[in-house]
């Protein structure tokens, strides 16, 4: 069964640095997603991905978070300058269409110190 | 926000007996409803769904339950496995037909199956 990656699996960084957390969605899926959850908290949603543009953000997802799927397979979700807050697991997802079931990657733990 | 609520935070429930998790809703536009299963350090995996048109999908052990004039569902899991024990999520989205639709989330039951 075909599955979503994610990586690093764990990414530690300094306060203020740029993370970029990757994921290689199932082929031919079409709609991406990036969903956080931080510790002990609901997963929430940040940002959905179609046709190369953003289709929905999240409040959580401000001038510092930015999304790409720059050679048409790697879905990436950069942090510019990262703040405490922002530890959390990262999860992405993708669906073949819009109907259709969202699929998770394992996801990126994020802590920031 | 709490357009989705999992009012149980653990359920605990002995090998072979049902296992029945909760979830309420406040949002009406939302007309697809799914629960997922999560392991720690996994992702979330998918286990069942129901579109708002049904108000019953059964999947081998799993079912699920949708009452919409309650704005409640429901998972029934039948007998219960320990390998079933897990968070699970239940989750909803408005509007698919019309593009890439955000999931919400509630706060996850953590399933304890006893042998």
């Known amino acids: 069964e075909p599955e979503v990656t994610q990586t690093p699996s764990h990414q530690v960084t300094q306060m203020g640095q740029e993370v970029i957390l990757r994921c290689v969605p199932i082929s031919n899926h079409l709609y991406f997603y990036w969903y956080r959850q931080i510790l002990g908290q609901k997963v929430e949603f940040l940002v959905s991905f179609y046709n190369n543009e953003i289709s929905e953000k999240s409040e959580i997802f401000d001038d510092q978070f930015s999304v790409e799927r720059p050679d048409g397979s790697n879905f990436t979700l950069k942090i510019r300058s990262t703040k405490l807050e922002d530890s959390a697991m990262y999860f992405c997802?993708?669906?073949?269409?819009?109907?259709?079931?969202?699929?998770f990657g394992p996801g990126t733990r994020l802590t920031v110190l | 926000d709490q357009q989705v609520k999992q009012n149980s935070p653990s359920l605990s429930v002995q090998e072979g007996r049902i296992s029945i998790l909760n979830c309420d809703y406040t949002n009406s536009m939302f007309d697809y409803f799914l629960w997922y299963k999560k392991y720690p350090a996994e992702g979330p995996t998918f286990l069942i769904s129901i579109s708002s048109i049904k108000d019953k999908n059964e999947d081998g052990r799993f079912t699920v339950f949708l009452n919409k004039s309650a704005k409640h569902l429901s998972l029934h899991i039948v007998p219960s496995q320990p390998g079933d024990s897990a968070v699970y999520f239940c989750?909803?989205?408005?509007?698919?037909?019309?593009?890439?639709?955000?999931?919400?989330f509630g706060q996850g039951t953590r399933l304890t199956i006893n042998p």
């Open positions: 989750a909803a989205s408005a509007g698919a037909i019309q593009g890439a639709q955000k999931l919400v």
């Open positions: 997802a993708n669906q073949l269409r819009a109907t259709d079931t969202q699929y």
